[in-house]
């Protein structure tokens, strides 16, 4: 009886778990800091925006289409 209740391993495991906690915050900073350089890649590499732009600027069909009802003009000859 005297035996079981000497069982100071609990102990000894209680404080394995406390330092295990120490190890997970390092972990935390370290993905803290990745994700703050990721959204900083995301934000330079917005350059959709302009190429959405030249896509308008390349709506010349109704340039052609205005060619179209100009020819149009054969039929009053």
């Known amino acids: 009886m005297n035996a079981t209740s000497q ?3 609990p102990t000894l495991s209680v404080n394995t778990t406390s330092q295990n ?3 997970t ?3 935390y900073a370290t993905s803290q800091n990745v994700s703050r350089l990721l959204s900083v890649n ?3 590499q917005n350059v959709s925006p302009t190429l959405s732009a ?3 600027k390349q709506n010349v069909s109704p340039t ?12 009053t000859i």
């Open 7 to 9: 069982n100071v391993s």
């Open 21 to 23: 906690v120490s190890s």
């Open 25 to 27: 915050l390092s972990v």
């Open 42 to 44: 995301a934000t330079s």
């Open 54 to 56: 030249n896509t308008t």
């Open 64 to 75: 052609l289409s205005v060619n179209a009802t100009s020819h149009n003009v054969l039929p």
